[in-house]
């Protein structure tokens, strides 16, 4: 059951990532977040107060606290990568970090893979890598000509790829199992940092109309998939539930290649594949 809620976790946080990439089109990307985190508070809330069996404890405020700030470093710098750097570097390299973080915490913490599961989490890594590579690159190659902007791009992707990867490992480690108040704590602290950081953007934080719908839906969709990933996560291995939802760039270029109708690589789709069959070793591993 944990890898079908992982597994589900990952879709609808690409869907959360499609929805809020079609707001950027229309407003800016720190805004879109800001709202998007307000939406998220507001779920997090809804679903904790109906949910939650009891109240909360300082270690669920202090493990949720640090997975929000992370996965709003992680944010942050993507946009910055993504806006500054090379999208074809940026992309593969955020998502496998993403990936692999969860997987070495796992092992170090003391979940034991199969040689059959440790197969299909290098399988999973690769579709993540591959589904992530969109040929934007500078030269053709994925590689700037500038030498220097490659590695700047490199280290914020690396930077913003641990950020969203701590995001699921601090949230494994919070202890109760019945509770959904670690992500109310960790919407708190994002949106803390957000609206501090801007203390020193002074950006207006005014959206109406269709981008403030796509930004709320956006926000609904990640907590949505925040609140699988925990229930996943309890019952399961961080190793492998934290890889499964990482899985997430998938089903974002799948609703971009079947709404808006752009072409999908074929080494996207070997990722695609490659992705399909990782999920069936872990399965049987």
């Known amino acids: 059951m944990h890898l079908f809620l992982a597994l589900t976790s990952a879709m609808v946080l690409g869907s959360a990532d499609f929805v809020g990439g079609l707001a950027t089109k229309r407003a800016r990307a720190f805004v879109v977040v800001c709202w998007s985190n307000t939406a998220g508070l ?4 809804a679903f904790a107060g109906f949910l939650s069996r009891g109240g909360t404890g300082w270690w669920e405020v202090a493990w949720g606290g640090l997975a929000g700030l992370c ?27 993403a990936a692999a973080l969860p997987v070495i915490a796992g092992v170090l913490l ?28 500078g ?14 791009s490199l280290g914020m992707a690396l930077t913003a790829g641990a950020g969203f990867g701590l995001f699921f490992v601090f949230l494994a480690r919070t ?18 940092l957000l609206l501090g950081l801007n203390l020193v953007r002074r ?41 499964l939802a990482s899985l997430y760039p998938i ?10 109708k752009e072409r999908i690589r074929g080494i996207q789709q070997v990722g695609v594949v490659l992705a399909v069959g990782s999920v069936l070793l872990l399965a049987w591993g």
């Open 42 to 45: 507001v779920t997090a809330l």
């Open 71 to 97: 996965g709003s470093l992680g944010a942050v710098l993507l946009y910055h990568a993504l806006a500054n750097g090379v999208m074809s570097l940026v992309a593969p390299t955020t998502a496998a970090a």
């Open 110 to 137: 003391g979940d034991r893979l199969t040689a059959l599961a440790v197969v299909g989490a290098l399988c999973a890594l690769g579709s993540v890598l591959l589904v992530s590579l969109n040929g934007d690159g």
């Open 139 to 152: 030269d053709g190659t994925g590689v700037s000509a500038d030498r220097r902007k490659a590695l700047r």
């Open 175 to 192: 202890p109760s199992h019945t509770s959904l108040w670690p992500l109310v704590w960790a919407r708190c602290a994002s949106l803390t």
């Open 203 to 243: 950006t207006p934080l005014r959206m109406s109309g269709q981008p403030r719908r796509l930004a709320l839906l956006s926000g609904v969709l990640d907590m949505g998939s925040s609140i699988l990933y925990l229930v996943a996560v309890r019952d399961g291995t961080l190793a492998i539930v934290g890889l």
């Open 251 to 260: 089903s974002t270029v799948l609703l971009a290649r079947f709404v808006l």
